[in-house]
Every structure is written in structure tokens, then in C-alpha cells.
């Protein structure tokens, strides 16, 4: 059992006989009346999102997610395609299962799946990733003292923000869990 006041970003819950995903949480305490936490959540097998607020003694079942290692294949244009490096075992996933982590992800790359009774609802892409840049404008020499950056975009479709000495072809190190240039590989 958790209670609400334990509740924190990406903890799993059962509520109403659905599981559900904290996405966003506020723990609030107004000066007049109880303390309340105001949270986003996301139910984890049908993708839909809300906003709820809850009493911080209020107690929960938690959910238990099973995470299993896995490789991204390929896309077929609307299903994405991890195969279990243990069982061979292949599983399609639509978009919305993966839509934040394949801007991570190439081909033959290893993910972290989390599973709920055997449906996959989340792909984890690795910590840091290398991905080379497919576009950018080229940098001006002598202006990278004032610590300016420019737009490129990845091999994966993944456009951020860089400093001025990366080029065309460079492989750059991103960090997956903010979205940020990290270093040149």
C-alpha cells in the first residue's frame, strides 16, 4: 500500500480497478484547511491523462511493473517493433507507448520496457545516448566565447539546442531524461 503523501513522479498505483502513472505531483498546504496533493496521472493502459487531487492519508494499491531489458528493431510506419534479448520473443508497440523515448532510440539499440500483466506502456531509452547530427548551420569561427548556441537536428529527427563548434557528422552525447547536449563524442 501507498498513501498519496508518498506519491512522486513515476510511481504506479491501482485507483478504481486501473493502474495509473504519476506523471506530475504537488504536494499542497493552503494556510486555511487540510493539506491536499494535486497530481497529473496517467492511466497506464489506455494512455489517458487527468488531473486529480487527493487527501495525503489516502492509501493505494501499488502496482506491480515488471521491466524487461529489450532492443528497438524497426518502425513499420505505425508500429514500433523491441524484441526480449532473452526470448527472442518480438512485440509491437504503437506510437503512444513510444513517442518520447524513440527520439533516443536508432535501430538495434537496448531500452528498459515496463510492463503491467503483460502490456508493455512505457520504452526507457538509455540515460545518455550518442546520436550523430544530420543538420546544422555551420559554426562562425571566433564566436564561441560568449557561450551561444545553435538548432540541430539528429540522426534520430531529434532537434536541440548546441554549442557552435558542432558540426555536420559530429556524434554528440545527449542526456535522454532532460533533452540536453551534453558533449562531443
Known amino acids: 500500500m501507498i498513501s498519496a503523501g508518498d506519491f512522486r513522479k513515476g510511481v504506479t498505483f491501482v485507483m478504481d480497478g486501473d493502474v495509473y502513472q504519476v506523471i506530475d505531483f504537488q504536494h499542497v498546504k493552503p494556510g486555511k484547511g487540510a493539506a ?10 489506455t494512455g489517458s491523462t487527468r488531473d486529480n487531487t487527493f487527501n495525503p492519508t489516502e492509501r493505494f494499491e501499488k ?16 508500429l514500433y ?8 520473443e518480438q512485440i509491437p508497440l504503437e506510437r503512444e507507448a513510444v513517442e518520447e523515448a524513440i527520439m533516443y532510440l536508432r535501430e538495434n539499440d537496448n531500452a528498459t520496457l515496463r510492463f503491467f500483466k503483460g502490456k508493455a506502456f512505457e520504452v526507457i531509452p538509455p540515460n545518455f545516448v550518442e546520436l550523430e547530427v544530420t543538420e546544422t548551420e555551420p559554426g562562425i569561427k ?9 538548432p540541430a537536428t539528429l540522426e ?30
Open 36 to 45: 491536499f496533493v494535486r497530481t497529473k496521472i496517467r492511466n497506464v493502459l
Open 63 to 78: 502496482a506491480n511493473i515488471e521491466t524487461t531489458e529489450m532492443q528497438y528493431l524497426y518502425n513499420d510506419g505505425e
Open 81 to 88: 517493433y523491441f524484441m526480449n534479448l532473452e526470448s527472442y
Open 142 to 150: 571566433g564566436d564561441t566565447s560568449s557561450g551561444a548556441t545553435k
Open 156 to 185: 534520430t529527427g531529434l532537434t536541440l539546442n548546441v554549442p557552435l563548434f558542432v558540426n555536420l557528422g559530429d556524434k554528440i552525447r545527449v542526456d535522454s531524461r532532460t533533452g540536453d547536449y551534453m558533449s562531443r563524442v
